[in-house]
């Protein structure tokens, strides 16, 4: 999932105080189980906008909305009208979701009102660790199925630096060494092989702009 956490709300105040008329739209996905943007986290935020603007005499109204995903078009075209009436939307979503409402709707002000901080996975209640950077050429079939580029803090292929110490990564001293973690995840499996062959070069340049499912197109969402 996409990790967010919700902006300061200094930062939010600042950035929303010169629309009189505000959308605060949630994402009901990553957004909602990130506890940064979903229907609770858009009532709180947009009480909290009403109580500064009352304490500081300033007029406007503030609008609430939730989608299932801001970031496909068949939900963000539904609150198409509401985005219309009003002067800027606060979206709590991540940078996809707050671009494609930028780019559905160009003549409106879109607002950002969290930081996307990672592609994660859940460890407890209000803990996630990042697992993915996206790279668009995953070689987790060579590694045990973990990341070298994103659980390494330098991004080694090559195995170790050299400078783990009792299984801790140098850099991150309370976190176990990625290459280690891939050692005995691999002799776990039975395929060490992977770490006697030549070490695999990523070509950085097939990182997916945009990606096309040939087969799904013509299904009638060509449109969008």
């Not at 996809?96 to 994660?120: H, W, Y």
Request: aromatic share 6%.
């Amino acid at each position: 999932m996409v990790v967010l956490e919700q902006k300061r709300f200094e930062e939010i105040e600042e950035m929303t105080k010169g629309y009189n008329r505000l959308l605060v739209l949630g994402c009901e996905t990553c957004a909602a189980i990130s506890f940064a943007g979903g229907q609770r986290q858009v009532a709180e935020i947009a009480s909290a906008i009403r109580i500064a603007r009352k304490r500081s005499g300033r007029e406007g109204e503030v609008l609430e909305d939730t989608i299932a995903r801001q970031c496909d078009p068949e939900f963000v075209d539904l609150i198409a009208d509401r985005v219309a009436g009003s002067d800027a939307v606060l979206s709590l979503a991540c940078g996809a979701g707050v671009q494609l409402l930028a780019e559905r709707f160009s003549d409106k002000v879109i607002l950002p009102g969290c930081n996307t901080m990672s592609l994660g996975v859940t460890e407890a209640l209000g803990v996630w660790s990042e697992k993915c950077m996206a790279c668009g050429d995953c070689i987790l079939w060579r590694t045990g199925g973990i990341c070298p580029v994103t659980r390494c803090p330098k991004g080694l292929l090559n195995g170790p630096c050299g400078g783990a110490s009792e299984g801790k990564c140098e850099v991150l001293k309370d976190q176990p060494c990625a290459w280690q973690e891939i050692y005995h995840a691999l002799k776990r499996l039975n395929m060490l092989h992977y770490l006697k062959q030549k070490a695999q070069v990523k070509d950085w340049r097939i990182h997916p702009g945009r990606v096309v499912r040939e087969d799904l197109r013509g299904g009638g969402r060509d449109d969008f």
